[in-house]
């Protein structure tokens, strides 16, 4: 395997580990029952990882069409998330269809329902620190945690009635 597909590699296995909601998403085992931290830790978490593999990636020496190919692409997408975090636009994923918080909700289907704690306490405590994090969210997302609290009830209700 080259270098370039070895960096790439390595950056899909670290990118999965900090964000497990879209390694499930993706399909890559292993990080069902984890929770993506979506504080501003988190974050800058996740750009650290994209910072050293641009870095890294930068200094790699291609071996044929497929290295190039697979160098440009990344570097591509990654120097996009790295203006995105430099410009303190990276909470951009804060939007209506795609923010956090769906992602959240949308993964909890594909876990345990043995008991609330299986799913609360997976995501209480990343969640709760997004939330009540001013400079991230502040009090413009309380609706949307209202409004995953709700599904999580109803969800246990009818799991009940069944």
């Known amino acids: 395997m080259s270098r370039t597909f070895e960096i790439a ?19 890559l085992p292993g990080h069902d029952h984890e929770m993506t931290d979506y504080s501003p830790d988190g974050f800058a978490a996740r750009a650290a990882l994209d910072r050293r593999t641009l870095d890294e990636l930068a200094a790699v020496s291609v071996d044929g069409e497929r290295d190039r190919i697979a160098r440009d692409v990344m570097l591509d997408g990654l120097s996009s998330e790295m203006e995105l975090f430099d410009a303190g636009d990276h909470f951009h994923s804060l939007r209506t269809l795609a923010n ?28 709760l620190t997004f939330l009540r994090d001013e400079d991230s969210c502040g009090e413009i997302f309380g609706s949307f ?18």
């Open 145 to 162: 945690w209202f409004s995953l609290s709700i599904f999580i009830s109803e969800s246990f209700k009818q799991k009940e009635e069944v």
């Open 100 to 127: 956090p918080i769906s992602r959240v909700r949308s993964i909890f289907d594909q876990m345990g329902r043995e008991s609330v704690e299986d799913w609360l306490g997976r995501a209480r405590d990343s969640l």
């Open 9 to 27: 590699d390595a950056y899909v296995d670290e990118a999965a580990a900090l964000d497990p909601i879209l390694a499930t998403a993706a399909g």
